[in-house]
């Protein structure tokens, strides 16, 4: 969407005497591409449920690593938002979910943009001490090594 023009749509003038200009987007054409790709898929029956098929069984992967990647310290929601949104191709109900979603993590950007810089910072301070504990209680109990006693170990012999 970015670096397309934008194509002003005029109207006839209304009571005020001038002409209202609304602006409209033209999709970019690789968007357009897709969807002409998907119609051509969704004309044939067998195309209509293989399509749901691959978009099911692709969507449910990625989640899945999404899921599995949320304690670990990483993108783990942002992929599990990515495979929601290769689903809201499909299926209505993840369209759905996915702008409510959106809607939420835009109130929430919206609303911390709106704090003091203080606030700021507590938040972002709250959020790497929370994803320092996730990583940390990760290793420990994945991979069996407790990183504290490493380090404290590490610092009263040198």
Request: aromatic content about 8%; glycine content about 14%.
């Amino acid at each position: 969407m970015q670096g397309e023009p934008m194509q002003p749509e005029r109207t006839e003038p209304g009571e005020g005497g001038g002409v209202a200009v609304s602006e409209r987007r033209e999709p970019p054409r690789w968007r357009r591409r897709i969807s002409t790709t998907l119609a051509l898929i969704r004309a044939n029956p067998t195309g209509r449920l293989a399509l749901k098929v691959v978009i099911g069984v692709l969507g449910a992967i990625v989640v899945s690593v999404g899921i599995v990647l949320i304690p670990l310290p990483g993108p783990g929601w942002l992929i599990v938002i990515a495979g929601l949104g290769i689903w809201a191709v499909e299926f209505h109900w993840a369209k759905r979910l996915l702008g409510f979603t959106r809607r939420h993590v835009q109130g929430w950007a919206a609303w911390v943009k709106g704090q003091s810089l203080g606030v700021r910072f507590v938040i972002g301070s709250v959020g790497i001490v929370f994803v320092g504990a996730v990583a940390l209680l990760s290793i420990r109990y994945s991979l069996g090594i407790d990183v504290i006693a490493q380090v404290l170990r590490y610092l009263a012999t040198n």
